[in-house]
């Protein structure tokens, strides 16, 4: 599938894995409005490309995302900056909707937009060097109100945005904001060993898991079982779930019940 011709981003593709990269490293990858125009459209791209079934996003350059790019607003009237911001709510949901899986890999500083960005992803990995930090509210303005609450809790949310201080790494896997933390040497090795494993699974039960959990969430608890319920059926109508089941018994996951079952025995 061809790609349109971007200038603020990079996409390449390897095998089934695709990349989108923030590439604006002489501005920190700092999010224009051209970027947010390009996330768009790269995510039609990538939702599109039945070979692609994980997407990594990551920065060019020693920075993830240094934020918004302040520089683009200082021309602007307050309407031409609201509907800017528009354009960035409108790229961080073209990412946090994409039916297949998003890896925010977090190689440095991630601040104000580069926060959205990774938290609109499904998990996010980061190295040892990678800085969490929320100024919106320093800068005078309002941000991230409503993904952080729901990654770290209302009261954790509300230290980070009130005082803005930087979360390093390690802080920011306790928080919840990260899922694994890796020294910077390794973090390629593991983001590719998780990518090709997720890879691996069946893309149409992996796209009904992600819609499950993420509309669940948002439901009461029965409204969140009647979703699961119908992704159920849908996976039932379109896939070959009887032969996934006949193949359970060598699965690595049915290693560890068979090895449970040899030690009893020889009990």
Not at 141 to 162: C, D, H, S, Y
Request: hydrophobic content about 45%; aromatic content about 4%; glycine content about 8%.
């Amino acid at each position: 599938m061809s790609q349109p011709d971007f200038q603020a981003i990079q996409v390449t593709i390897a095998g089934s894995i695709a990349t989108l990269r923030l590439a604006r490293p002489d501005s920190r990858n700092a999010l224009n409005l051209q970027m947010c125009h390009e996330i768009v459209a790269a995510c039609e791209v990538l939702d599109a490309d039945d070979n692609v079934r994980v997407i990594l996003l990551r920065g060019e350059g020693p920075a993830f995302c240094a934020g918004a790019d302040l520089k683009e607003r200082q021309t602007m009237s307050g309407a031409e900056a609201l509907a800017r911001r528009v354009d960035g709510f409108t790229a961080y949901a073209a990412m946090e909707r994409l039916s297949k899986p998003v890896i925010a890999v977090v190689h440095g500083p991630a601040y104000g937009s580069g926060c959205e960005i990774a938290g609109a992803c499904d998990f996010v990995l980061a190295s040892t060097e990678a800085v969490f930090c929320y100024p919106e509210v320093g800068w005078g303005t309002i941000g991230a109100t409503q993904r952080l609450p729901r990654i770290v809790g209302r009261r954790m949310a509300k230290e980070l945005l009130f005082s803005g201080r930087k979360v390093a790494a390690e802080e920011a896997r306790e928080l919840g904001l990260v899922n694994h933390v890796y020294p910077t040497a390794e973090l390629d090795a593991r983001v590719q060993e998780l990518a090709e494993r997720i890879a691996k699974a069946n893309p149409l039960t992996v796209a009904l898991t992600k819609r499950s959990i993420d509309t669940g969430l948002e439901s009461t608890r029965e409204g969140a079982m009647a979703q699961e319920l119908l992704a159920i059926q849908e996976n039932l109508r379109h896939s070959d779930w009887k032969k996934a089941i006949s193949g359970f018994g060598g699965s690595d996951a049915a290693a560890p019940a068979a090895q449970a079952s040899g030690a009893q025995g020889a009990a």
